[in-house]
């Protein structure tokens, strides 16, 4: 299986007794949609909803934050989700959330993890069939274990702050990035980390919303200022969207990259931190 499914591959596959198809559609707060609402009306067949607002560390303040090992494996095989499953992503959302839902998976371990290009839109646009309610599931097993390189704390970004040997990464709109547009969580303040490079997430892909591949892939990251030879730092508001820069680089062979799980939702409300505004 690809990193990366096309509708028609998944159309073939769907009933296949180890795929798991699943919704993981997001949004940011006071859009006025409700994910796990918009999936109950209407998702692809057998496909289960993954509610990453539900699936934190509540013990942290910041916004979605990788939950314990425990809790993960827990949520997961109640979705009926398990060890040796192919599972395949998708999304309904802006913020192209099925990145963040794949990357939690690979940094848990997770070997056979693929997002659907295009999404739910490019399905339905297709004519192809969708259900709701709730499917019932089995309970599956899930076995979770982290991998440490895959996630960067505040202590190691900001070990990492002007430093000539990585690079930060920044997936938010560029009116965030640099501080002109309200943050949308308060408390929170505007601006970026000192050095971060600002590539908004939604510049890696096409006009049908399926994502760029090959040189016009690298070509975004390289628009953006970004050195694809140096170890790379993602972070975006909270988590989200930074996964949508890991799974390009991904796409490139790019294996070195480090999630900021806390992202600017911890950065920009922690007076100790250092915040540049404007484009440096």
């Not at 790019?254 to 939702?265: I, N, T």
Request: aromatic letters at 8%; proline letters at 7%.
């Amino acid at each position: 299986m690809d990193r990366l499914v096309s509708t028609d591959w998944l159309s073939g596959e769907l009933g296949a007794a180890d795929l798991r198809v699943i919704d993981a559609t997001i949004f940011l707060p006071g859009s006025g949609r409700d994910a796990r609402r918009e999936y109950e009306a209407e998702h692809i067949s057998g496909a289960v909803f993954m509610d990453l607002d539900e699936i934190v560390d509540t013990s942290n303040p910041a916004p979605h934050m990788l939950p314990p090992e425990a809790k993960f494996a827990s949520r997961m095989q109640s979705l009926g989700l398990g060890d040796g499953n192919r599972f395949v992503l998708y999304d309904n959302s802006p913020l192209h959330s099925a990145a963040r839902a794949w990357w939690m998976l690979k940094s848990f371990g997770a070997h056979h993890v693929a997002i659907l290009d295009g999404g739910l839109g490019k399905w339905k646009d297709e004519g192809r069939p969708v259900v709701s309610g709730v499917p019932q599931v089995r309970h599956g097993h899930f076995s979770a274990a982290l991998d440490p390189q895959a996630v960067a704390d505040l202590n190691y970004v900001s070990g990492i702050v002007h430093s000539d040997g990585h690079e930060i990464v920044d997936a938010r709109p560029a009116g965030r990035f640099t501080g002109d547009e309200t943050e949308p969580r308060p408390g929170v303040m505007p601006g970026h980390i000192p050095g971060s490079k600002s590539l908004p997430q939604n510049l890696l892909f096409n006009p049908d919303n399926k994502w760029k591949q090959g040189e016009a892939l690298r070509a975004a990251f390289e628009q953006a200022g970004v050195d694809l030879g140096k170890p790379m730092i993602t972070t975006c508001g909270s988590g989200v969207t930074a996964a949508v820069l890991s799974f390009g680089a991904h796409l490139l062979g790019k294996e070195d990259v480090r999630l900021y799980d806390g992202s600017w939702a911890e950065w920009g409300s922690d007076p100790s931190t250092p915040k540049a505004v404007g484009r440096e």
